[in-house]
Structure formats: structure tokens, C-alpha cells
């Protein structure tokens, strides 16, 4: 596609329930990340791909967090009994060139859990 | 690690004003530095970028960034803001040498005042 494309755009949740969140990267990208964005906090890492592989799971917050991606595209993130503190805006973003650093996000998906 | 800070959190400015926003970095090697910009409702996008060469680089709509290696500075500047520049402004760094994390700072959010 033209751009990175995220669903849902929003997801209401109860505590406790699962929720997948899905990311489709610009055609052709090979690296994909996933940024997690609370108020006042800034961008915080998550996890990036090289492909298929996750060479740094380094920030995910705890094992209830997960992500895979498959045929070198489209990636989805996993959380598992949802804590109301996991509430954010999960943004994805790809890039074309590895080892530059030069990321092109999508609009987000934007996680309420109550 | 690497890590990347932002002194302003918030700025409020005149149309016309000049605006310089701080960011220091953290990281021992070589750095490709970044400005990222949110504008309201819509999502990250790149505003400009360093890799090397001449350390004073220029990206759209007239914003500007100089690359101090000695501070670990990468300040954005424009010499003359307008209402349309309201948004939150994100520097971050992509540190070489195999760490492959884009690393962001908590952001400043600009509201210019018509």
C-alpha cells in the first residue's frame, strides 16, 4: 500500500481480555517497529523486525506482550490480559533501508482497556 | 544504550517568532539524528534528518537543524513560525554499530498563537 496501515484505529477493552493489534508496513520495507505512545511519555520502544526475526525484543514491558510477523510484512502485536496501564497509542513504522534509522509510521492504533 | 533529551515540553509562540527547540543525545559512536513531527490528529512524519556530511541540514516547510558533535546537539530551528507549525515536534537518534533502535525523545509540544 501507499503507507504503513494500522487496525484498529481504536479498541476499547475490559481488563483481562486479549486484544491483537495489526500492522501492514509500506510494500518492500524490511524493517518494522513498534512504539508504544502514552501521554507525557514520549515514544517508547517495543520491538523491531528484520524480516521475520526479532533480533531486539529488549522493550516489551512484561511477557504479556508478544508480536510475530510473517512473510517478511505484516506484523501483529499481542497483549494478553490487558491492564488498564497498558492503555496507549501502539504506533508501527517501517523502513525501507536497514540501518538508517529513517521511519515512515503509521496512524496508530489507539487501546483503551477499562 | 542511547538515549535522547528534549528541555522544552511545551512552547508557546507569536506568528513570526523564531524557534529554537533543544535535543541532546546520548550514544559513544556514530549517530544518524532525526526530527519527527505529529501534527494534530494526524501522524509522525519525518521532518529532517542527519547522516553525515555538512552539519547543518534543512528539511520542509523551513525548519532547520544543526548538528553540534562536541554538545550532542541537534537543534531545531525556524526563524519565523506560523500557526500551521502547532504540533509536537520528536527528535530522536538511530546510534550505528548494530544497535538497531530508534531511540525518541519525550517530545515538545509547539502551540503558535496567530
Known amino acids: 500500500g501507499a503507507g504503513v496501515s494500522q487496525s484498529p484505529s481504536n479498541k476499547v477493552t475490559e481488563k483481562g481480555k486479549d486484544v491483537e493489534l495489526r500492522c501492514d508496513p509500506i510494500?518492500?520495507?524490511?524493517?518494522l517497529y513498534w512504539y508504544r505512545q502514552s501521554l507525557g511519555q514520549g515514544l517508547e520502544f517495543l520491538i523491531y523486525f528484520q524480516g521475520n526475526s526479532a533480533p531486539d525484543k529488549s522493550g516489551l514491558p512484561s511477557d504479556r506482550f508478544s508480536a510475530e510477523r510473517t512473510g517478511g510484512s505484516v506484523s501483529t502485536l499481542t497483549i494478553q490480559r490487558t491492564q488498564q496501564e497498558d492503555s496507549a497509542v501502539y504506533l508501527c513504522?517501517?523502513?525501507?533501508?536497514?540501518?538508517?534509522?529513517?521511519?515512515?509510521f503509521g496512524e496508530g492504533s489507539r487501546l483503551t482497556v477499562l | 544504550a542511547q538515549s535522547v533529551s528534549q528541555h522544552n515540553h511545551h512552547v508557546i509562540l507569536s506568528e513570526a517568532a523564531s524557534l529554537e527547540l533543544g535535543c541532546n543525545y546520548s550514544y559513544g559512536g556514530t549517530v544518524n539524528l532525526f526530527w519527527y513531527v505529529q501534527y494534530p490528529g494526524q501522524h509522525l512524519q519525518l521532518l529532517l534528518k542527519?547522516?553525515?556530511?555538512?552539519?547543518l541540514v534543512k528539511g520542509i516547510k523551513g525548519f532547520e537543524a544543526e548538528f553540534i558533535k562536541s554538545k550532542f546537539s541537534f537543534n531545531l530551528r525556524k526563524p519565523s513560525v506560523q500557526w500551521s507549525d502547532t504540533a509536537e515536534y520528536f527528535c530522536?537518534?538511530?546510534?550505528?554499530?548494530?544497535?538497531?533502535?530508534?531511540?525518541f525523545g519525550t517530545g515538545t509540544k509547539l502551540q503558535v498563537i496567530p
Open positions: 542527519y547522516f553525515s556530511g555538512d552539519p
Open positions: 510494500s518492500g520495507h524490511t524493517a
Open positions: 513504522a517501517s523502513s525501507l533501508v536497514l540501518f538508517t534509522g529513517e521511519l515512515f
Open positions: 530522536a537518534v538511530f546510534g550505528s554499530g548494530g544497535y538497531q533502535k530508534v531511540t
